[in-house]
């Protein structure tokens, strides 16, 4: 049941995402006036498809009118995103028979290098837009909740206590930028290639140089910097070991079985050790000192809840979540973009981390959850309108760096050029899927 609402999760993110982002080159197409054969939501390669309103015989025997329609809409069986085929330009199909015939004035090659540059922007813009909505429709019903990054301590793991931070340790600084947001610490520290971090440890200011050597494994480490949460009491659970005993709220575990402990982290992992196990706790209440015998029951849990850390929300009404929404946009692309400069960085072993749809369908929550949906889709909009731009000739990134150096120098690139950097960017994207595979399929195994 859980593979089958990921699954469904996943397959309506993409096909949501691939048809805004073929819509932006269909409506700039027809707003000039460039006639579109075909679009498809998925590859209908060899001719196969689930669904055409030409080929579809039932479909055509419903809607007759649709044989005449100037545009082939279908769903294709291949699942790897989808493409709008646009009359008189050199793309994915690579249908050369056609750049063979005389021009016509509804073709893409006729049109004016601007005209051509906003087709092409088209589905990368788009994908900005639709994230803008959906991040403005977060705002305004759920509004956005982090945990500031000020007052906030940190549990390290062994990569963070390596590269010197300690446990309590609170983050004051990455070089000259003052990080917000606890939960993008790890992804400001990679992004940013950090060369200093100033941390405040107990009542000293403290300066740690970072190795840029180990950036690669900061990418790849997985909760580098936990939130340090100190071992205090909130409640006893009702039907857990501990229910009737002398716990109160408000108590806070210093040590145990003469094991001093600081945080809840240092107790888990004592109680962990313990199973079944009645333990002495030293509880500090209100400034005095009690020992107490705790019953940790099989899995290595004392039945408590702690008190919850400080959450800052900022809440949004009407038109107030659409420029909330702009921002958090324009900070999440300009995160990507910074991806894209480790990606280009192979020292930098971000490659490592590049993941295709089976880490697309990790991402996604095991039960349905609109806010993660809506969230994510946001995210991955982001996603692949950034990784559209990439100066590849397959994709929108390339057809926009060749309509640029055509503004510019006045020459058009040749249809041979261009058929060869489209042969070229298709391959250089298929070993960019293929690693994208194997590394899911290493993490898997791993």
């Given amino acids: 049941m859980v593979f089958l609402i990921k699954l469904l999760q996943v397959v309506l993110a993409l096909s949501i995402l691939i048809v805004v982002h073929e819509f932006g080159h269909f409506t700039f197409a027809k707003l000039f006036r460039i006639r579109v054969e075909k679009f498809f939501l998925f590859f209908d390669a060899g001719g196969t498809f689930l669904f ?13 009118k649709a044989l005449k329609w100037e545009t082939e809409y279908g769903i294709g069986w291949l699942p790897l995103g989808g493409y709008c085929k646009i009359a008189g330009m050199i793309d994915e199909s690579m249908d050369l028979e056609q750049m063979k015939r005389a021009p016509q004035a509804w073709e893409f090659r006729t049109h004016g290098p601007w005209q051509r540059l906003m087709v092409m922007a088209g589905g990368v813009l788009y994908n900005f837009i639709f994230a803008i909505l959906a991040f403005s429709l977060i705002m305004a019903i759920w509004g956005q909740s982090y945990i500031p990054n000020e007052g906030s301590k940190i549990y390290p793991n062994a990569l963070a206590e ?29 992004r940013r290639k950090v060369r200093q971090a100033h941390i405040l440890r107990g009542t000293d200011t403290v300066t740690l140089y970072i190795d840029g050597a180990m950036l690669g494994q900061v990418l790849n480490s997985q909760y580098m910097f936990d939130l340090a949460i100190p071992f205090c009491i909130d409640s006893v659970a009702a039907d857990g070991v501990n229910a009737g005993c002398d716990l109160r709220r408000g108590d806070r575990i210093t040590a145990i079985s003469g094991q001093k402990v600081e945080f809840l982290q240092d107790g888990r992992k004592l109680f962990a050790e313990a199973p079944g196990q009645t333990l002495e706790v030293l509880v500090d209440r209100d400034g005095d000192s009690l020992l107490l015998p705790v019953k940790v029951d099989s899995a290595g849990r004392i039945g408590v809840f702690m008190q919850t850390p400080t959450i800052r929300t900022m809440k949004y009404k009407g038109l107030q979540a659409i420029p909330a929404g702009l921002k958090f946009t324009g900070s999440t692309i300009a995160g990507y973009l910074r991806d894209l400069r480790l990606l280009a960085t192979p020292s930098s072993g971000a490659y490592k981390s590049v993941g295709s749809f089976i880490a697309i369908g990790q991402a996604f929550p095991s039960v349905w959850d609109w806010y993660q949906f809506t969230f994510l889709l946001g995210l991955f909009s982001i996603m692949l309108g950034v990784m559209n731009l990439l100066p590849i000739p397959a994709l929108d990134g390339g057809h926009i760096v060749f309509t640029l150096f055509e503004i510019i120098t006045g020459r058009k690139p040749s249809d041979r050029f261009m058929a060869g950097a489209q042969m070229i960017g298709m391959i250089l994207l298929l070993g960019l899927m293929l690693l994208a595979f194997g590394n899911d399929i290493g993490r898997l195994i791993h």
Avoid: H
């Fill in 162 to 190: 390596e590269m010197g931070f300690r446990a309590g340790d609170e983050i004051l600084s990455f070089d000259d930028y003052v990080p917000e947001n606890f939960g993008m610490l790890q992804a400001d520290l990679a």
């Fill in 52 to 64: 055409s309103t030409k080929r579809s015989k039932w479909f055509t025997r419903i809607c007759p």
